[in-house]
Antibody
Framework: EVQLLESGGGLGLPGGSLRLSCASSGFTFSTYTMAWVRQAPGKGLEWVSSFSGRDGTTYYADSVKGRFIISRDNSKNTLHLQMNRLRVEDTAVYYC?????????WGQGTLVTVSS | DVQMTQSPSTLSASVGDRVTITCRASETISSWLAWYQQKPGKAPKLLIYEASILQSGVPSRFSGSGSGTEFTLTITSLQPDDFGTYYCQQHKSYVMPFGQGTKVEIK
């Protein structure tokens, strides 16, 4: 059974940093592209970043480019999102998802709140 | 950049009704389109991928059609458990892949 479990959310200060993690199990993690998708309170889904399992290429939404860094540890089946220079508008539930073009499995999400 | 436009933004229907949600792409995306259902406080759930392929375990009352720039999600007989918000997602490119969502309410 595929399972994705996010952690690391919480309260961050504007200009501060947070690091999210996503522990994966039930599939061969290293061969899949993995992604982060977020949802601001009461809003729709916004793709944030993806890390290709095929060639290691990373992709970012313009809204986070230069501030967020996606990484993965295939030995630990874990995906990370380093969130720097946080903004109030980064407040959202962050979902980890397995990506095969579409997103076929999702974690339960972790809430990030950016506020002073 | 591909823009996805969903309609309607909300709909209210009765149990047993046939419901159709439309997603339009600003440029052709072939069949690279998926549909998701999201319930309040929960993660999205994949329903349909590649425009018309039903994800394993999804009830057969859900179906998808279309190619190019116009796509539809159809629920042939709406059930009480089908409330929630439905999103389309294009995967031709990473820019703005999701539609804005359609909230489905049960009358």
């Amino acid at each position: 059974e595929v399972q994705l479990l996010e952690s690391g959310g919480g309260l961050g200060l504007p200009g501060g940093s947070l690091r999210l993690s996503c522990a994966s199990s039930g599939f061969t993690f290293s061969t899949y592209t993995m992604a982060w998708v977020r949802q601001a309170p009461g809003k729709g889904l916004e793709w944030v970043s993806s890390f290709s399992g095929r060639d290691g290429t990373t992709y970012y939404a313009d809204s986070v480019k230069g501030r967020f860094i996606i990484s993965r540890d295939n030995s630990k089946n874990t995906l990370h999102l380093q969130m720097n220079r946080l903004r109030v508008e980064d407040t959202a539930v962050y979902y980890c998802a397995r990506e095969t073009g579409h997103f076929d499995y999702w974690g339960q999400g972790t809430l990030v709140t950016v506020s002073s | 950049d591909v823009q996805m436009t969903q309609s309607p933004s909300t709909l209210s229907a009765s149990v047993g009704d046939r419901v159709t949600i439309t997603c339009r792409a600003s440029e052709t995306i072939s069949s690279w389109l998926a549909w998701y259902q999201q319930k309040p406080g929960k993660a999205p759930k994949l329903l349909i991928y590649e425009a018309s392929i039903l994800q394993s375990g999804v009830p057969s009352r859900f179906s998808g059609s279309g190619s190019g720039t116009e796509f539809t999600l159809t629920i042939t007989s709406l059930q009480p458990d089908d409330f929630g918000t439905y999103y389309c997602q294009q995967h031709k490119s990473y820019v703005m892949p999701f539609g804005q969502g359609t909230k489905v309410e049960i009358k």
